[in-house]
Structures are given as C-alpha cells and as structure tokens.
C-alpha cells in the first residue's frame, strides 16, 4: 500500500530555511506527481506545491518565489526547500501522491523567534 513518511520539520527563525524530506513507497512513484501541503493549527489543510512526474513544479501564491519543490525518482523522494520562512508557514507538512487518498504522519514546522 502507499507509504508516506515526512522528516526535516523543526522550530526555525523567520527567515531562516528548511529542507522537508518525503520517503514514497507502495505506488508508481516515478510516473506520478506529488503534492506538498501543510495544515497551520486551526485551519484547513492547504496545497502548497505540485511536482510532476518529469519535474513540472506550480505553487501556491502564498510560497511562490521562497519554496521550491523537487524529486529524485531514483530514490523515491520528494523535498521541499523553504527559505525565507515567515511565521505564517507554521504548520505540519505531509506529503501526497497526486491521485491517491493516502497521507503520511506530517512533519511539524514552527517558525517562530
């Protein structure tokens, strides 16, 4: 079955830069886009970003231009490198295959001084 499992959260200054990890197993993950999104405390879930199978990257208004989505199909990996982190991107950070229902453990960032 589809596994998902997040890592590299933490508690970061603002400004300051994170790189999120997603181990993907259990699908095709070569062939299929991923999503980052994160849910702030309180608040709904929200996409944050989409990486296509052959490296295709869109983003959310509110990140475009400080995170940036990647993939390494080899190893089936996704990351997310945040810089420029402000307090508002406080949340936990889960991972998805675009397509499937299945979401990993997330992995918490708190940007805070």
């Known amino acids: 079955q589809v596994q998902l499992v997040e890592s590299g959260g933490g508690l970061v200054q603002p400004g300051g830069s994170l790189r999120l990890s997603c181990a993907a197993s259990?699908?095709?993950?070569?062939?299929?886009?991923m999503d980052w999104s994160r849910q702030a405390p309180g608040k709904e879930r929200e996409w944050v970003a989409r990486?296509?199978?052959?490296?295709?990257?869109t983003y959310a208004d509110s990140v475009k231009g400080r995170f940036t989505i990647s993939r390494d199909n080899g190893n089936n990996m996704v990351y997310l490198q945040m810089n420029n982190l402000k307090p508002e991107d406080t949340a936990v950070y889960y991972c998805?295959?675009?397509?499937?229902?299945?979401w990993g453990q997330g992995t918490r960032v708190t940007v805070s001084s």
């Open positions: 998805r295959a675009f397509g499937f229902s299945s």
């Open positions: 259990g699908f095709s993950f070569s062939t299929s886009p």
């Open positions: 990486i296509t199978s052959t490296g295709g990257q």
